[in-house]
């Protein structure tokens, strides 16, 4: 048998190993097997996430498949570019991310490639993933208010358009507008109520804030704990980040708030995904598949979901204990690729309502 495997994946290769060779060729199928061991397969991946779940995850994978992954960080604009400038020479096979909307960006840039997977389609709901393949979410977080346990009764708390009242003048803690967390809630916004009502809330929270926006979720949080506002605008996982932190006022910061879950007899709170893609120029695009495929089932999102407070996207996969204590809740299953297709709109709406 002559087969060049330098060309070949492990998942290629197996799949002849089996089609052609069958048990009655016992030896022969063991040659093939240790030569493709001696092969190192490889995948590359460009990535904005900085949790250590991932490179924990990326151990696992190596030592369960013999695909070595090699990772390059960076932070989204950088990583960007870099696909841009590279085109299909590109050194990476995926670009994983935290927020729909640079998902968006990569694929209305061409970026990503067509996929499918029978695994994934039956894993991940519709709603959290591109239609033909091009994305696909892994961990969900939600976008939610963390009020002041002492100060604020949940009778005062409805739906994310409630922020707008005038009651909530001075009280509102959220961080800028070039933020894709709040692009993505803001894009949601406009599904949901149409452009001209989204503008009129997004100004009437900016008259609601208590400051204009400076820092980052968990600074949004400790505000609330600080009694400067009494409600902050933060994604789920910031809240366990700060309740389990090693800093004592961060702890407290965290424990000085409660989460609610806006919009629950209505649509269902707004929420967002990290997720990755395989890229144009993907030379190891099997591999690739293999390694979203395995980050999807329950081995991985099990360390997903304990390490990092976010929501697994497998149902058969609880959440960890702290996030169930946050309890059960209503998603808005507005499709993610619409979230993505409306940041444009998003960021022009926030510049006419003026939120820095
Ligand atoms: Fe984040």
Same mark, same amino acid.
């Given at each position: 048998?002559?087969?060049?495997?330098?060309?070949?994946?492990?998942?290629?290769? %197996?799949?002849? #190993? +089996?089609? *052609?060779?069958?048990? !009655?060729?016992?030896? &022969?199928? $063991?040659?093939?097997?240790?030569?493709?061991?001696?092969?190192?397969?490889?995948?590359?991946?460009?990535?904005?996430?900085?949790?250590?779940?991932?490179?924990?995850?990326?151990?696992?994978?190596?030592?369960?498949?013999?695909?070595?992954?090699?990772?390059?960080?960076?932070?989204?604009?950088?990583?960007?570019?870099?696909?841009?400038?590279?085109?299909?020479?590109?050194?990476?096979?995926?670009?994983?991310?935290?927020?729909?909307?640079?998902?968006?960006?990569?694929?209305?840039?061409?970026?990503?490639?067509?996929? %499918?997977?029978? #695994? +994934?389609? *039956?894993?991940?709901? !519709?709603?959290?993933? &591109?239609? $033909?393949?091009?994305?696909?979410?892994?961990?969900?977080?939600?976008?939610?208010?963390?009020?002041?346990?002492?100060?604020?009764?949940?009778?005062?708390?409805?739906?994310?358009?409630?922020?707008?009242?005038?009651?909530?003048?001075?009280?509102?803690?959220?961080?800028?507008?070039?933020?894709?967390?709040?692009?993505?809630?803001?894009?949601?916004?406009?599904?949901?109520?149409?452009?001209?009502?989204?503008?009129?809330?997004?100004?009437?929270?900016?008259?609601?804030?208590?400051?204009?926006?400076?820092?980052?979720?968990?600074?949004? #949080?400790?505000?609330?704990?600080?009694?400067?506002?009494?409600?902050?605008?933060?994604?789920?996982?910031?809240?366990?980040?700060?309740?389990?932190?090693?800093?004592?006022?961060?702890?407290?910061?965290?424990?000085?708030?409660?989460?609610?879950?806006?919009?629950?007899?209505?649509?269902?709170?707004?929420?967002?995904?990290?997720?990755?893609?395989?890229?144009?120029?993907?030379?190891?695009?099997?591999?690739?598949?293999?390694?979203?495929?395995?980050?999807?089932?329950?081995?991985?999102?099990?360390?997903?979901?304990?390490?990092?407070?976010?929501?697994?996207?497998?149902?058969?996969?609880?959440?960890?204990?702290? #996030?169930?204590?946050?309890?059960?809740?209503?998603?808005?299953?507005?499709?993610?690729?619409?979230?993505?297709?409306?940041?444009?709109?998003?960021?022009?709406?926030?510049?006419?309502?003026?939120?820095?």
């Amino acid at each position: 048998m002559n087969i060049k495997f330098s060309t070949l994946t492990v998942a290629l290769a %197996s799949v002849f #190993v +089996l089609g *052609s060779c069958g048990s !009655s060729a016992e030896g &022969e199928t $063991n040659a093939v097997e240790n030569e493709v061991a001696e092969v190192q397969e490889e995948l590359n991946i460009y990535t904005d996430r900085h949790y250590e779940v991932d490179r924990v995850l990326y151990d696992l994978f190596e030592a369960e498949t013999g695909i070595k992954v090699n990772i390059l960080p960076g932070n989204p604009e950088e990583l960007l570019s870099r696909m841009k400038n590279e085109g299909d020479r590109g050194f990476a096979d995926i670009y994983f991310t935290a927020d729909v909307a640079r998902l968006y960006q990569a694929q209305a840039a061409g970026f990503f490639q067509n996929s %499918s997977s029978a #695994v +994934l389609d *039956s894993i991940i709901p !519709s709603y959290l993933r &591109e239609e $033909n393949g091009q994305w696909y979410g892994l961990t969900k977080r939600a976008r939610i208010i963390a009020y002041a346990k002492d100060r604020v009764d949940t009778s005062m708390l409805s739906t994310y358009e409630d922020l707008a009242n005038a009651k909530w003048k001075g009280k509102i803690a959220v961080r800028a507008s070039n933020n894709v967390y709040n692009q993505s809630l803001l894009a949601s916004i406009i599904a949901n109520d149409g452009e001209e009502a989204a503008l009129a809330w997004a100004t009437a929270v900016v008259a609601n804030m208590y400051q204009a926006p400076s820092g980052n979720d968990r600074d949004q #949080v400790k505000a609330v704990f600080a009694e400067k506002a009494d409600l902050a605008i933060v994604n789920t996982y910031y809240v366990g980040k700060l309740l389990n932190s090693e800093d004592p006022l961060e702890k407290e910061a965290g424990e000085s708030v409660n989460i609610y879950f806006p919009n629950q007899s209505g649509r269902g709170t707004h929420i967002n995904i990290s997720g990755l893609g395989i890229l144009n120029g993907a030379k190891n695009a099997e591999n690739a598949m293999k390694l979203i495929e395995f980050l999807a089932q329950e081995k991985a999102q099990e360390q997903l979901a304990e390490a990092n407070y976010e929501f697994p996207v497998n149902k058969n996969v609880p959440a960890s204990q702290l #996030v169930q204590s946050w309890g059960t809740f209503k998603e808005d299953t507005l499709s993610l690729q619409t979230i993505g297709e409306l940041n444009a709109t998003a960021i022009q709406l926030f510049d006419k309502a003026g939120w820095k």
